[in-house]
């Protein structure tokens, strides 16, 4: 490992930082950190301050004892509302600028947003919205589904979205388990040049959730019983003072999904309280978010980045949003969107990182950046070599934050520190108020060696609960069978000396040959260093009593897996990682199963290859690639 740091923030940077007025009376991050797992009754209480919480009753207390798996209850007592929040801003200052890969921009002020809000509230509401009704967005990345999710919250109600990527099946394994009476949905989206009518999907979803009062439909009527366009949904009523409902901490805002690859979707309910006092941490703190900052994040409005996201406007930040492909029209089109926008902060995925630094694009040398502060990535662990990329190719003066956490939690465990430095290949910092800790086999808490990622202490954005799961089992099975009153969140990790985070992958798919643990990161970083590899995959294999690695390698197109590849490939992993890391065999693949949100799914390759039925593959974006694999194993049993 490097002896210096990548990157170290400039004393004016540091001077300049909401960070570095937080840190009070503290000497410095350790001790805030320290002070921040130890004292949660102080410290937040000290964010909801800082960072201008608006709540129309105070707390009794920060948190009291309660039955079940979160054990407390955070600040009873109080009374907010979380669209308030978001949209304490009514000027005219952009509060949204929305591109998309056919080359349209739009933009939102903040005093528009706020008005398209009180129109779309009143609407629910005569369509019979209630508190703790469900309401649903199958949405394009697009400003109306940020207008949608605002004037459910303000009402109390609770909204739960999916991306038009997702199947009709795997619309209706979410949504059908929570019974919306609104549905949002989109006529047709276009991605990587192509237009997807999702008007026929709409029909068939909307026939199979017969909660259903009304579908709001962005473009046309497309034939759904009691459906309307958007324009005449707001055509109703005209833009007046919001009437926020205030409602207690814990009262329900979002439900979030898991993947759902073993069966239906777990239904994640959470709290508008803990999601927002999360945020404005994450982001006022971790992110240096400040009033007239732009913030844009690679996402769809199925992956909990778009809650994150949309959760800025409460810092005064513009929301920038990107709906379609990441590469196309060109491939460099997000850093022009960047540059253009002057973006303060860009969000992206490892993979997305790794792809272009393959593609050889250098936006440092093409665009204006001089905007841009920090770059996030998240998704997957980001390699040593992808940092080294962000810093030759992007920009030498940068705060790449990589971040980890998840849907469970709808936020981090792990994150950026805008005031400390950048260590290659690691997460910087533990989040504030997050007790997470590496657990060894034993159960013991360990520093500078893999094991569990744990959180040993509650925190608020824990899931209030799991929709239809009365006794908490799927609950607790989830997050606490394995270390009883510690959260296990199932990623195989490190902390590091600088009190840093490495994650090497799930837990659930550390791979395990001759006895030595492998997080399937470890083997990912080497491999895709190699130019001719566009992403891989690796299981563990069960063989006479051991596990076989079996590496499968998706690569350019035209490029063929020859005896020499399968060498280079075999050799950058026993040089750079281990012999242990070596897979017995490489396959080359066509494609990888990856889920709606992007992520590459190994537990269903493992499964196949195992000769296990794969429960639910309506949770894959492209569950025809599963063939191959099934061929694969039928015709080769020896594979592995």
Known sequence: MSGSPLWTPSPQRVARANLSRFLAGHANYAALYRWSIEQPEEFWPAVWRFCGVKASRMWDSVREPAEGVRQYRWFPGAALNFAENLLRYQDEEPAIIAWNESGGRRTLTNKQLYDSVSQAAQALRASGVREGDRVAGYLPNIPEAVIAMLATASLGAIWSSCSPDFGVQGVLDRFAQIEPKVLFAASSCTYNGKRIDTLARTREIAAGLPSLRVTVLLHEYGGIPRSLRWGDFLAFSRPKKIEFAQLPFDHPLYILYSSGTTGLPKCMVH????????????????????????????????????????????????????????LHPQKDVLWRMAAEERVSVFGTSAKYLALIQKERLRPCGSHDLTALRTVLSTGSPLPSENFDYVYEAIKSDVCLSSISGGTDIVSCFALGNPIGPVWRGEIQTRGLGMKVEVFDDEGRSVVGQTGELVCTAPFPSMPLRFWNDPDESKYRSAYFDRYPGVWKHGDWASITNHDGVIITGRSDTTLNPGGVRIGTAEVYRQVEQID?????????????????????????????????????????????????????????????????????????????????????????????????????????????
């Open 271 to 326: 709290g508008a309280g803990g999601t927002l006092l999360q945020h404005l941490k994450e982001h006022v703190l971790h992110t240096d978010l400040h009033p007239g900052d732009r913030i844009f994040y690679h996402t769809t409005c199925g992956w909990m980045m778009w809650n994150w996201l949309v959760s800025a406007l409460a810092s005064g930040a513009c929301l920038v949003l990107y709906d379609g492909s990441p």
């Open 532 to 640: 001719e590899v566009l992403e891989s995959l690796a299981v563990g294999r069960e063989f006479d009593g051991d596990v076989r690695i079996v590496l499968f390698v998706k690569l350019r197109d035209g490029v063929v897996l020859t005896p020499e590849l399968d060498r280079r490939i075999r050799q950058q992993i026993r040089d750079n990682a281990s012999p242990h890391h070596v897979p017995k065999r490489i396959v080359q693949v066509p494609d990888l199963p990856r889920t709606v949100s992007g992520k590459i799914t190994e537990a269903v390759v493992r499964d196949i290859l195992q000769g296990r039925p794969v429960r639910n593959a309506n949770a894959l974006a492209n569950p025809e690639v599963l063939e191959y694999f099934r061929l694969l194993h039928a015709t080769e049993a020896d594979v592995g």
